[in-house]
C-alpha cells in the first residue's frame, strides 16, 4: 500500500499562497487516483481537490475552485495542491489520500491517507 506525506503547511496571511506537496512511496504512484481534504478544528473532513490516475480529469469543490489547483509529477511521485487567495475559512489540516478509480469528492471512496499538514491563514 502506498505511504503518503504531507508537507508545505504553515502559517499565511489571509490573501497569500502555499503549496502542499503530497509524496508517495510503497507502491506505484501512478496507480492511483488521488485528492486532497481538509479539516478544520471542530468539523467533519470535507473535499477540496482530485485528481485522476493520467492526469486527465480534476474535481474541485466550489469553495476552491478558481482558487486552487491540483496536479501531480509522476517522476517525483508526488501531487501539489497550489492555493492561491487564502481566507482564513481555509484553515484546517490538509490530507492527502489515494484511491482507485476515478476522481470522487466523497471521503469514504479514499483507501489511503497520509497524517495531515497544518494550514493556518491570519486575517
Known amino acids: 500500500q502506498p505511504q503518503l506525506v504531507e508537507s508545505g503547511g504553515g502559517l499565511v496571511q489571509s490573501g497569500g499562497s502555499l503549496r502542499l506537496s503530497c509524496e508517495a512511496s510503497?507502491?506505484?504512484?501512478?496507480?492511483?487516483?488521488l485528492g486532497w481534504f481538509r479539516q478544520a478544528t471542530g468539523k467533519d473532513r470535507s473535499f477540496v481537490a482530485s485528481i485522476s490516475r493520467i492526469d486527465t480529469n480534476t474535481l474541485y469543490s466550489d469553495s476552491v475552485k478558481a482558487r486552487f489547483t491540483i496536479s501531480r509529477d509522476h517522476a517525483k511521485n508526488t501531487m501539489y495542491l497550489q492555493m492561491n487567495r487564502l481566507t482564513p475559512e481555509d484553515t484546517g489540516v490538509y490530507y492527502c489520500?489515494?484511491?482507485?478509480?476515478?476522481?470522487?469528492?466523497?471521503?469514504?471512496?479514499?483507501?489511503?491517507w497520509g497524517q495531515g499538514t497544518q494550514v493556518t491563514v491570519s486575517s
Open positions: 510503497g507502491h506505484s504512484f501512478s496507480t492511483f487516483t
Open positions: 489520500a489515494a484511491r482507485n478509480g476515478g476522481v470522487s469528492p466523497y471521503t469514504k471512496a479514499y483507501v489511503f
